[in-house]
C-alpha cells in the first residue's frame, strides 16, 4: 500500500479511495446494505458507480442503516482506479472549483430523487468509513401534535398521540450513558459484539417536536430504535426510570418492549480523527470488545 500521512490510500493495484458524504430519504429502501432482488442505498449506488466507471464497484459505509431508517450525515468509501480519476476530475474543471464536482453532478442525474451524494473527496491514508469513525449521530423524531404528523413531514416524524414525561425520559436515558453490554437492545447478530459506548442519549421537547439525540462509538444491529422503545415505555408510566438500566442485565434482546418505528430515525453525523491519527483508531475499532464474566 502506497500512502502519505495527508494523500489518499493508493493500493498496488492503483486504486484511489474516495470518502461520500451521503443523505437519503429511506422510506423506499431495504436499508444500506446491498441484498438479492432488494432496493437497496449501496446497490443503488454501486449501480450509478458502475455506470459512471465502467466496471462493479462496491461501497463501505460508517451506519448500515436498517430499512426505512434516513440519512444526513452517512459517510462511505469506495476505491476507484486510477486511470480513471482525470475522467472522473473533469478536464477542463473551471478555477478553485472542488475536485471532484463534476462526478458529484454526474451522480445526481444517474441517482434517483430519494438519494444525493452530497460530496466527494479524496479519502486520506488508512481511511475507512465504518472503521475509522470514532462516533455515530442520529436523531428520532416524534410529534406530540393532536393533529399528529404535518404531511410533508410524514417520512421521518412518528406521530404520538399518549402523553410522554420529558423528565423520566431524560432521567431514564442518562442511566444508560457509558460504555456497557447492550445485549438487551440489539437483535442478534452471531458473532458479532454488542459491547457499546453510548455517549449521548437526551431529549428535547420543542413545541410539539420532541428529538432524541443518540451518539455513540458505534452501534448494533436495531440499537437506536431499541433504545428509543424502550424510553418511551417510561415516558408513558408503564414502567420506572429505573427499568432501562436494569434491562443492561440481560444476555439477550429483551422482549418486555418494541423498537420504536424505523421512519422517525435518520443518521445525521458520523465523527472521524485527524487524519494522521486514522490507522490507530482502525485498530481500536478492530478489537473486539467482549461481556465481563462473572467474579
Not at 17 to 38: E, H, K, N, S
Not at 45 to 63: C, N, R
Not at 93 to 108: H, K
Amino acid at each position: 500500500m502506497v500512502t502519505s500521512d495527508n494523500q489518499p490510500a493508493i493500493s498496488d493495484g492503483g486504486l484511489v479511495r474516495l470518502r461520500l458524504d451521503i443523505a437519503y430519504d429511506g422510506t423506499d429502501f431495504a436499508g444500506w446494505a446491498t441484498q438479492v432482488g432488494q432496493r437497496t442505498v449501496a446497490g443503488v449506488l454501486g449501480e450509478a458507480f458502475t455506470t459512471i466507471v465502467g466496471g462493479p464497484m462496491a461501497l463501505y459505509a460508517a451506519g448500515r442503516t436498517d430499512a426505512g431508517v434516513h440519512a444526513t450525515g452517512q459517510v462511505a468509501h469506495l476505491d476507484v482506479p486510477a486511470e480513471c480519476l482525470p475522467e472522473l476530475r473533469g478536464r477542463y474543471r473551471p478555477e478553485g472549483a472542488p475536485e471532484f464536482d463534476r462526478l458529484t453532478r454526474r451522480l445526481s442525474r444517474f441517482l434517483p430523487n430519494d438519494v444525493r451524494v452530497l460530496q466527494v473527496v479524496r479519502a486520506p491514508a488508512h481511511f475507512d468509513a465504518r472503521f475509522s469513525a470514532l462516533r455515530r449521530h442520529y436523531e428520532y423524531r416524534l410529534s406530540t401534535a393532536p393533529f399528529g404528523v404535518l404531511p410533508l413531514q410524514r417520512h421521518d416524524i412518528v406521530g404520538w398521540h399518549r402523553p410522554l414525561d420529558v423528565g423520566a425520559m431524560n432521567e431514564a436515558s442518562r442511566n444508560l450513558l457509558g460504555l456497557r453490554d447492550f445485549a438487551a437492545f440489539c437483535r442478534h447478530r452471531e458473532g458479532a459484539t454488542t459491547i457499546r459506548e453510548l455517549q449521548r442519549f437526551d431529549w428535547d421537547l420543542d413545541g410539539y417536536r420532541l428529538t432524541a439525540h443518540v451518539s455513540a462509538d458505534a452501534f448494533c444491529w436495531s440499537m437506536v430504535r431499541s433504545l428509543v422503545g424502550a424510553v418511551l415505555t417510561v415516558g408513558e408510566g408503564r414502567r420506572p426510570v429505573q427499568w432501562c438500566a436494569d434491562l443492561l442485565k440481560k444476555e439477550r434482546r429483551s422482549s418486555d418492549f418494541a423498537a420504536a418505528p424505523a421512519r422517525g430515525l435518520t443518521l445525521v453525523g458520523v465523527d472521524y480523527p485527524p487524519d494522521e491519527e486514522m490507522a490507530a483508531r482502525v485498530l481500536i475499532t478492530r478489537d473486539i470488545r467482549v461481556r465481563p464474566t462473572g467474579d
